[in-house]
């Protein structure tokens, strides 16, 4: 049985919550990515997206190089094991209507980052379901 440890993308970059949303648009151009975890210390505290950054963040009028990242991540933050079973990482995106969840590892510390995209280049059983279940609208959205 396959585990998300097999699958994630290892050594994922993170912020700090108090990094600024300037510094946190460009790690994330740097790198090529649209998200980012954000952490306290080592600990995993919510996700960044760039459009965290742009919609809750610019458009609401902050100011990007003095504004904090804190203030416009998602802290509900949905995680998972390395020990993981795929389709049960699949069920969980599903449910929660997301394209990519953290990994930690034992010591409860980020490991790094499984998305969908990963899903269906390495795994790709089922991933048309769980790709349907993320798009949907959900009944109060």
């Known amino acids: 049985m396959t585990t998300i ?5 290892r050594g994922v970059a993170t912020v700090q919550s108090n990094d600024t949303l300037q510094n946190a648009a460009r790690k994330m151009e740097s790198m090529n990515v649209g998200s980012l975890p954000v952490c306290e210390g ?22 990007a190089d003095q504004s904090q990242v ?9 995680w998972c094991r390395e020990t993981d079973t795929v389709e049960h990482v699949m069920d969980l995106m599903g449910d929660a209507q997301i394209r990519r969840l ?13 998305a969908l995209g990963d899903l269906a ?10 790709l349907r279940e993320i798009s949907e609208r959900s009944p109060t959205g």
């Not at 080592?42 to 100011?63: F, N, P």
């Not at 804190?70 to 949905?78: K, Y």
């Open 42 to 63: 080592e600990k995993l505290v919510g996700m960044v997206t760039d459009r965290d950054i742009t919609i809750r963040g610019v458009a609401a009028g902050m100011l």
């Open 121 to 130: 280049t390495r795994q790709p059983q089922h991933v048309e379901t769980t």
């Open 5 to 9: 440890q097999d699958i994630m993308t």
């Open 70 to 78: 804190s203030a416009v991540m998602t802290p509900e933050l949905r």
């Open 102 to 114: 953290a990994v930690i590892g034992a010591d409860r510390k980020i490991t790094g980052i499984v």
